[in-house]
């Protein structure tokens, strides 16, 4: 995933991140000054991986990895003193000052970790409502002796019935059978 955004308060700090990316053949998408732009940005990509300074304009990187959890990973690049004072599951820390080694290779470690965990917002539900589908269908199955298909035609003939989404409907019937 090449979905790069570079956001430092430092102009200067900015276009060197920006540079060092683009010698690489990785341009980044956007380059920002404050971590309000940043999460516009990685909601309207869906994912993205962040390279920022400890502080920016409105933000410390602490609090954009907090907003951003689940969304985008961080790579803060830093004093080892700034460092110390931030955290976060999504935040990796590179402190200065930086080789071009160290940097590409906790880029490509983030891009790596990233492909495995973060996924837009939509992909997740998508994937958490089919399972509690499938669980409703494994009920009728099981209690009703319904094939998967008869089970799936029940829940879409319930849904579309009651003018509810297939998910909704599920949810009920899991609720029934459970009695909670």
Same mark, same amino acid.
């Given at each position: ?64 990895? /907090?907003? *951003?959890? !689940?969304?985008?990973? @961080?790579?803060?690049?830093? +004093? #080892?003193?700034? /460092?110390? *004072?931030? !955290?976060?599951?999504? @935040?990796?820390?590179?402190? +200065? #000052? ?83």
């Amino acid at each position: 995933m090449d979905r790069i955004l570079v956001a430092f308060a430092n102009e200067q700090a900015q276009t060197r991140i920006a540079h060092l990316l683009e010698s690489e053949g990785s341009a980044p998408l956007g380059c920002y000054h404050t971590g309000a732009d940043v999460i516009r940005a990685v909601h309207k990509l869906g994912t993205a991986c962040v390279i920022c300074g400890f502080k920016l304009r409105d933000m410390t990187a602490g609090d954009l990895a /907090l907003s *951003l959890r !689940g969304t985008a990973a @961080l790579l803060v690049v830093s +004093t #080892p003193v700034y /460092l110390d *004072l931030c !955290g976060g599951e999504n @935040l990796f820390k590179l402190p +200065t #000052p930086i080789s071009r080694a160290d940097f590409f290779a906790s880029l490509d470690l983030i891009r790596q970790m990233e492909n495995k965990t973060l996924r837009p917002p939509a992909l997740r539900r998508k994937e958490d409502d089919r399972k509690v589908i499938d669980r409703a269908k494994a009920l009728l199955m099981d209690v009703n002796r319904m094939t998967e298909s008869e089970a799936h035609r029940f829940l879409q003939k319930k849904s579309m019935d009651a003018g509810l989404r297939m998910v909704e409907t599920a949810q009920l019937l899991i609720h029934s059978y459970s009695g909670t």
